[in-house]
């Protein structure tokens, strides 16, 4: 794998150790290995009569108190491979005897899973038979992403992590059984390992200064779900796109390393889509280049980059009334794509529409060292000497800028409209239920009581509660 993608990734990649002991702080580049039991958080237990109780794993992700000493931060860097379109993985052993399988590192998820069962996407699962240390839970889960979904039953079982920290570890692990738009062709990996907040998951990283230069510009995490950060405005070739700046995080904006593209709400993706189209060099594109549908060729004598803009966004620093810019080159958004033919190269753009989220995906996060810094709650940005195309930097960083010009607060509250539906909804569906059951009453009442003569002009109560129920 390149430098580049190691500049990505490097914080993120001892994230699955949980409740370290505070006590055991150590150098940047030395992970603690001590990690106590999910039912302490850092206290050491008094040894006592009777067996010693063994490790349990709680929840989808690391969970025991694995024997050794301390990690190789860099060596679980060369561990890390893969693509920003197919994803990163680290490789990982599970089971008794080992099974080898490639884990994709993702932040914008929580939870621990890898495929259980054969699926014409994946070159190997884990046979849970196969494994003599492999305890079932008895019930299973089902996870939902932005795009695709899995269903898998739940267990524990070892893992190794063969480079880095060379130890085992008692997991809690869902097999996936079933899934959905999950495993993709030209994957390389069968399993994901979710860094997102949760209970599940505990931040353990490092620093690693020869992998950025200059300083690293921190914003605030805003809500501690997803990475989820505040994004003031956009900018297309130095020019405001001039939205609300609310527009940006409709209804979050995170960081997420899982995702492949630059994802946008659909206003602000239209908004990029003109501004992009109006300030390149090329007087008329295709409406599928937009869309993704669609790639646009060049032969192999020329690049398109000089012909498309930067794209700038402006991030809330630390000190809520300064902002600082990431700024990408087109060689971050304007991707080739191999195999397209022998004369031409072919490029997609790295910019999509999104339904829920701003998702700042490996398009700009390649250009970046960032680091995930969950006990200060902050997202950090720096420059990287490995984002770098023939010699010359894709990528930039500066500010600070002011945001006088700017609301207090771009992240925008949960719509008035929003409880006030649930609240209507749960009173409708109560107020069916009371009907429903005075109508199974009067069904269940005696025959002799529902046939006396009654006068014509007297509405039978049972037949205008059904003629009103589905009016």
């Not at 339904?355 to 995930?372: S, W």
């Amino acid at each position: 794998m390149g430098a580049l993608a190691r500049a990505l990734l490097l914080p993120l990649l001892a994230q699955w150790l949980l409740r370290a002991a505070p006590a055991l702080a150590s150098a940047p580049f030395t992970l603690p290995l001590r990690v106590a039991s999910t039912t302490s958080r850092g206290a050491v237990p008094t040894p006592g009569p009777g067996p010693p109780a063994e490790p349990r794993a709680d929840g989808l992700a690391l969970a025991l108190e694995p024997a050794g000493s301390a990690a190789n931060f860099l060596a679980m860097v060369d561990n890390l491979q893969g693509d920003s379109g197919r994803g990163y993985y680290l490789e990982m052993q599970i089971g008794t005897p080992p099974q080898k399988l490639q884990i994709l590192v993702d932040t914008g998820s929580s939870n621990f899973a890898v495929a259980g069962a054969p699926h014409p996407y994946i070159d190997s699962y884990f046979d849970s038979e196969r494994s003599s240390t492999y305890r079932p839970k008895g019930f299973d889960v089902t996870v939902k992403y932005t795009q695709g979904s899995w269903t898998g039953l739940v267990g524990e079982d070892v893992v190794t992590i063969p480079k880095g920290f060379n130890s085992s570890y008692l997991v809690n692990i869902a097999t996936i059984f079933e899934s959905e738009n999950f495993f993709l062709p030209g994957i390389r990996w069968n399993g994901i390992l979710g860094l997102a907040y949760a209970t599940l998951a505990k931040v353990l990283g490092g620093i690693e200064p020869t992998l950025y230069k200059g300083d690293i510009w921190y914003t605030p995490i805003k809500e501690e779900w997803y990475y989820q950060i505040e994004i003031l405005k956009l900018e297309i070739g130095g020019q405001s796109l001039n939205l609300d700046c609310r527009e940006y995080n409709a209804d979050k904006a995170i960081v997420d390393s899982g995702t492949t593209l630059l994802r946008l709400p659909q206003k602000v993706f239209d908004a990029v889509v003109e501004a992009v189209a109006r300030t390149s060099l090329i007087p008329e594109f295709s409406e599928g280049f937009w869309t993704g549908s669609q790639l646009a060729c060049w032969t192999n004598s020329e690049t398109p980059w000089s012909y498309f803009p930067k794209i700038s966004i402006y991030l809330r620093d630390e000190n809520s009334s300064r902002s600082f810019r990431i700024t990408i080159l087109p060689q971050l958004y304007i991707q080739p794509m191999m195999g397209a033919g022998l004369n031409y190269e072919c490029y997609r753009f790295g910019i999509s529409p999104s339904t829920n989220a701003l998702v700042i995906g490996a398009t700009v996060m390649e250009g970046f060292y960032v680091v995930f810094d969950r006990a200060r709650k902050r997202v950090g940005f720096a420059a990287s000497p490995c984002a770098e195309i023939a010699g010359a930097p894709v990528s930039e960083i500066s500010g600070p800028f002011s945001t006088e010009d700017i609301a207090s607060n771009c992240v925008p509250a949960l719509p008035l409209n929003e409880p006030i539906l649930w609240i209507v909804s749960y009173t409708l569906m109560s107020v069916c239920g009371v009907i429903l059951l005075v109508l199974i009453t009067l069904l269940l009442l005696p025959v002799r009581c529902r046939h006396h003569p009654r006068d014509p002009e007297v509405v039978n109560d049972e037949s205008s509660l059904v003629r009103h129920r589905w009016k």
